[in-house]
């Protein structure tokens, strides 16, 4: 019993040595990334790519719109019910497209994100494990994912990253986020 005591006593030691040894370190990637040179490129890349799945998108809309109105052009010239049946079955049809095309371009938009951003955010993860290495940090949290509760401001690893990443000291987020 006395021998187990012991090993708990100095399991504990042990334990209580190796955390005042830690050192920790934050950071606000979020802010980071928004303030990379290269995220300005990586917008611009993504409103293009949005706005030519909007034009592809509309045009489909478009055909939407006139098999709207060949509907009510045949409801107003008296139009056969079999020819009206063919198309609201068209009509029909291009809804369930239109829903579909909807999603598939919304998911091209995150691929292309997720692709643009994954150099980013690589040179990000490079930019902190140096700077970790340097100031001899055993962890550096994220902030900005709300990970820590508390934080000592001395542990600010942003000014080290940022100028890692050759983002000026004085680049300030717009509108005051």
Do not use: H
């Not at 042990?14 to 920790?24: D, G, P, V």
């Not at 045009?59 to 098999?67: E, Q, V």
């Not at 998911?107 to 970790?132: H, M, R, S």
Request: proline share 2%; glycine share 6%.
């Amino acid at each position: 019993m006395k021998k187990g005591l012991i090993l708990i006593a100095a399991l504990i030691g042990f334990i209580w040595n190796a955390n005042a040894q830690s050192k920790f370190g934050y950071v606000n990637a979020a802010e980071l990334l928004y303030l990379m040179p290269e995220m300005k490129g990586v917008e611009n890349s993504l409103d293009s790519f949005e706005q030519a799945l909007g034009v592809l998108y509309q045009k489909d809309m478009d055909d939407y719109n006139l098999l709207l109105k060949k509907l009510e052009n045949q409801q107003k010239e008296g139009g056969s019910e079999t020819l009206l049946r063919l198309t609201q079955d068209e009509i029909i049809a291009k809804q369930e497209y239109l829903g579909k095309a909807q999603q598939v371009y919304q998911e091209e938009l995150v691929e292309k994100q997720n692709k643009l951003l994954t150099p980013l955010n690589e040179k990000i993860l490079k930019a902190i494990k140096e700077v970790a290495l340097e100031k001899g940090l055993n962890y550096i949290f994220d902030i900005s994912k709300g990970a820590v509760l508390y934080w000592d401001e001395k542990d600010d690893c942003n000014k080290d990253v940022r100028k890692k990443l050759g983002i000026s000291e004085t680049a300030t987020l717009p509108n005051g986020q």
